[in-house]
């Protein structure tokens, strides 16, 4: 345990028990990959714009911001253009 295992099975195992482990491990796993999913939805929804799926405003400056911050950071030239 003190290298960082989750749980262990002592020899001789009983087969029930190590089924019944590997089906919560599996259920740990799979909520794991559900709340994966649902935060990469959340941030979808939370930058793009519902009608057009184009980013929103906040998405779009804090993307500028990044890169204004790494341009500075590289003393590189940014560009700009807008579309409208």
Do not use: C
Request: a negative charge; hydrophobic letters at 50%.
């Amino acid at each position: 345990m003190d290298a960082s295992a989750d749980d262990f099975l002592a020899k001789p195992f009983d087969p029930p028990e190590l089924k019944a482990r590997l089906q919560v491990g599996k259920r740990i796993v799979e909520l794991q990959q559900k709340l994966v999913s649902a935060n990469e939805a959340l941030h979808y929804a939370a930058s793009h714009d519902f009608l057009t799926r184009l980013w929103n405003r906040a998405a779009i400056i804090a993307f500028l911001q990044r890169e204004m911050a790494r341009s500075l950071r590289e003393g590189s030239a940014l560009e700009v253009i807008l579309v409208d």
